[in-house]
């Protein structure tokens, strides 16, 4: 089979290797479709001790299952599923109680499980057993079903926030899961949605989403404007989608009272601290929230949302590349020339 492999920092390699061995408790997927994830390009060039080279990523997946050890039960042949990044251990206290994202030892696809960036994938025990391996209708495509992995990540974040009907919800970031963020907030009931971006052409492929007000930071003050949205209360919601430690600032700094945010976006090692005054957190009474990855529930939740037709994400599926041209495919993805860059091991 045809499989790009991390060698080392900062290269990837197309090599023809041996589809991967089934034994009795694991399974084969044919990998229809993968995107590329922002961590896999951080995983190339910055590494992640989780990675050991060689080593294949890529952790947002669909395929069809086409080998089954005599053991496994979780899955049949034939089955159309999609797979998602964090695999709980089963074991440790945060995974007995559902919140296998903050597991210690912290199990994904395409880290110490090899991943999809290949025709042919293994699905080991653990995954079968513990992780996101969620069954497809066959109404579903496959690049949508591997966009589940993200959108259940923006679930966990929204889970987070105490949505419910009636909030305000602002939205800082409007790549792939700032545009999921807004389906979610009106899937979930939000009254006003305000979506936030500082560049314009990321706004105007966002417009599709439709919230209620967009706001190019980089022209207006966005807290005041937020503020001024939300009839001088701040909104009762916000959350950061953006690498940007002023963004972290800025949702602090416009909440309601009794508000929460969401520090949805990681920043890149060496950025400077966050600065607030802790009395803004103290006189609002707000919520400052963190969310990172998703449990195999949010992974079901989101396959189950994306077959309604409740969060959409066709349009944001700007790129599509065969496995072949992988490297065009990340470049694609570092100079930021689109929104979700799909890989097709089998075109
Ligand atoms: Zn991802
Ligand atoms: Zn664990």
Same mark, same amino acid.
Not at 98 to 125: E, S
């Given at each position: 089979?045809?499989?790009?492999?991390?060698?080392?920092?900062?290269?990837?390699?197309?090599?023809?290797?041996?589809?991967?061995?089934?034994?009795?408790?694991?399974?084969?997927?044919?990998?229809?479709?993968?995107?590329?994830?922002?961590?896999?390009? @951080?995983?190339?060039?910055?590494?992640?001790?989780?990675?050991?080279?060689?080593?294949?990523?890529?952790?947002?997946?669909?395929?069809?299952?086409?080998?089954?050890?005599?053991?496994?039960?979780?899955?049949?042949?034939?089955?159309?599923?999609?797979?998602?990044?964090?695999?709980?251990?089963?074991?440790? @206290?945060?995974?007995?109680?559902?919140?296998?994202?903050?597991?210690? $030892?912290?199990?994904?696809? #395409?880290?110490?499980?090899? #991943?999809?960036?290949?025709?042919?994938?293994?699905?080991?025990?653990?995954?079968?057993?513990?992780?996101?391996?969620?069954?497809?209708?066959?109404?579903?495509?496959?690049?949508?079903?591997?966009?589940?992995?993200?959108?259940?990540?923006?679930?966990?974040?929204?889970?987070?926030?105490?949505?419910?009907?009636?909030?305000?919800?602002?939205?800082?970031?409007?790549?792939?899961?700032?545009?999921?963020?807004?389906?979610?907030?009106?899937?979930?009931?939000?009254?006003?949605?305000?979506?936030?971006?500082?560049?314009?052409?990321?706004?105007?492929?966002?417009?599709?989403?439709?919230?209620?007000?967009? $706001?190019?930071?980089?022209?207006?003050?966005?807290?005041?404007?937020?503020?001024?949205?939300?009839?001088?209360?701040?909104?009762?919601?916000?959350?950061?989608?953006?690498?940007?430690?002023?963004?972290?600032?800025?949702?602090?700094?416009?909440?309601?009272?009794?508000?929460?945010?969401?520090?949805?976006?990681?920043?890149?090692?060496?950025?400077?601290?966050?600065?607030?005054?802790?009395?803004?957190?103290?006189?609002?009474?707000?919520?400052?929230? #963190?969310?990172?990855?998703?449990?195999? @529930?949010?992974?079901?939740?989101?396959?189950?949302?994306?077959?309604?037709?409740?969060?959409?994400?066709?349009?944001?599926?700007?790129?599509?590349?065969?496995?072949?041209?992988?490297?065009?495919?990340?470049?694609?993805?570092?100079?930021?020339?689109?929104?979700?860059?799909?890989?097709?091991?089998?075109?």
């Amino acid at each position: 089979m045809l499989a790009a492999v991390l060698e080392e920092l900062g290269r990837l390699e197309l090599r023809e290797l041996p589809e991967p061995e089934i034994d009795d408790d694991s399974a084969l997927l044919r990998v229809e479709a993968v995107s590329i994830c922002g961590s896999d390009v @951080r995983i190339l060039h910055h590494g992640n001790p989780r990675v050991k080279p060689p080593a294949i990523i890529g952790h947002e997946a669909a395929g069809v299952v086409v080998k089954v050890g005599k053991n496994v039960t979780r899955v049949k042949e034939g089955d159309r599923v999609a797979i998602g990044a964090d695999v709980p251990c089963g074991q440790c @206290r945060w995974c007995r109680n559902g919140l296998g994202n903050n597991c210690a $030892i912290n199990y994904a696809v #395409g880290y110490q499980i090899p #991943g999809a960036f290949a025709q042919y994938m293994k699905l080991p025990k653990l995954l079968l057993d513990e992780g996101p391996v969620t069954r497809i209708p066959d109404s579903m495509d496959f690049e949508t079903a591997a966009l589940a992995e993200p959108l259940a990540c923006a679930i966990n974040g929204m889970e987070l926030v105490n949505m419910g009907l009636g909030k305000s919800v602002v939205i800082i970031g409007l790549g792939p899961i700032g545009c999921m963020l807004i389906d979610l907030a009106r899937a979930m009931g939000a009254s006003k949605v305000i979506a936030v971006q500082r560049s314009k052409a990321r706004l105007e492929l966002a417009r599709f989403y439709g919230a209620d007000v967009y $706001i190019c930071s980089e022209e207006e003050d966005v807290v005041a404007r937020c503020v001024e949205e939300t009839g001088g209360e701040g909104p009762d919601i916000v959350i950061t989608a953006s690498a940007s430690v002023e963004a972290h600032e800025q949702a602090i700094e416009m909440v309601a009272h009794r508000g929460y945010v969401n520090l949805f976006g990681g920043l890149p090692k060496g950025t400077r601290p966050m600065s607030v005054y802790s009395n803004t957190i103290h006189y609002k009474e707000c919520f400052v929230t #963190g969310s990172h990855g998703s449990v195999p @529930r949010h992974h079901e939740l989101a396959v189950h949302l994306l077959a309604q037709g409740r969060v959409r994400v066709a349009p944001l599926i700007t790129h599509r590349f065969p496995l072949s041209q992988i490297h065009r495919a990340f470049e694609v993805m570092q100079n930021r020339e689109g929104m979700k860059v799909m890989v097709l091991p089998h075109a």
